[in-house]
Nanobody, 119 residues
Framework: QVQLVESGGGLVQAGGSLRLSCAASGRTFSSYTMNWFRQAPRKDSEFVASITWSGGTTSYSDSVKGRFTISRDTAKNMVYLQMNSLKPEDTAVYYC????????????WGRGTQVTVSS
């Protein structure tokens, strides 16, 4: 059974930092791109960052570029999102996503972790 389990969310003051983790299990992800998305109340889901499992190529949304860093540990099957200089507008539920390069393969989602940034 494939699982993506997020952790590390919480309440932090503006300017603070959090590190989110995504534990991936149940299959090999070498042909996947691992993404972080977020959804704030009454807003659409928003892409945050991505990393290719095999090559480690990263991409970021403009809203987090320079403040957030995505990384992965292939030996531990973990994906991380280091979030620095947090702003109240970063408040959202953050979701880990595994997107296959082969679009006939399944796409996986975690259940999310809440991040709240107080001003």
């Amino acid at each position: 059974q494939v699982q993506l389990v997020e952790s590390g969310g919480g309440l932090v003051q503006a300017g603070g930092s959090l590190r989110l983790s995504c534990a991936a299990s149940g299959r090999t992800f070498s042909s996947y791109t691992m993404n972080w998305f977020r959804q704030a109340p009454r807003k659409d889901s928003e892409f945050v960052a991505s990393i290719t499992w095999s090559g480690g190529t990263t991409s970021y949304s403009d809203s987090v570029k320079g403040r957030f860093t995505i990384s992965r540990d292939t030996a531990k099957n973990m994906v991380y999102l280091q979030m620095n200089s947090l702003k109240p507008e970063d408040t959202a539920v953050y979701y880990c996503n595994a997107d296959p390069m082969n679009k006939f393969w399944p796409n996986y989602w975690g259940r999310g972790t809440q991040v709240t940034v107080s001003s």
